[in-house]
Nanobody, 127 residues
Framework: QVQLVESGGGLVQAGGSLRLSCAAS????????MAWFRQAPGKEREFVAA????????HYTDSVKDRFTVSRDNAKNTVFLQMNSLRPTDTALYYC????????????????????WGQGTQVTVSS
């Protein structure tokens, strides 16, 4: 069974930066497309970013485009989310997820995307 553990969340002022990490167990990490989602209080879960199995394709929701960057290091079984120019509206619990069947591009379109999910890491942006 694949297990995902997020880290790197915290409290930051508006305009600041954070780098989230998601560490995966097992030896099949490179077979999975990976994605980041977030959920703010009182709101539905929202797609944030996704990356293909080899890192060749990246996808972002419009609200984070040009501010966030997703990357992965398959040798370390880790996916990252670099978040710059943070806004209070970015405040949410951030989850990483993995899927070996569906492409990264489908993470923003298919509600059932994600075979494995982490526990989440909290990001709070103060104004």
């Amino acid at each position: 069974q694949v297990q995902l553990v997020e880290s790197g969340g915290g409290l930051v002022q508006a305009g600041g930066s954070l780098r989230l990490s998601c560490a995966a167990s097992g030896n099949s990490f490179s077979n999975f497309a990976m994605a980041w989602f977030r959920q703010a209080p009182g709101k539905e879960r929202e797609f944030v970013a996704a990356i293909s199995w080899n890192g060749g394709a990246k996808h972002y929701t419009d609200s984070v485009k040009d501010r966030f960057t997703v990357s992965r290091d398959n040798a370390k079984n880790t996916v990252f989310l670099q978040m710059n120019s943070l806004r209070p509206t970015d405040t949410a619990l951030y989850y990483c997820a993995a899927d070996a069947r569906l492409a990264a591009a489908q993470a923003m379109r298919v509600n059932s995307w994600g075979e494995y999910w982490g526990q989440g890491t909290q990001v709070t942006v103060s104004s």
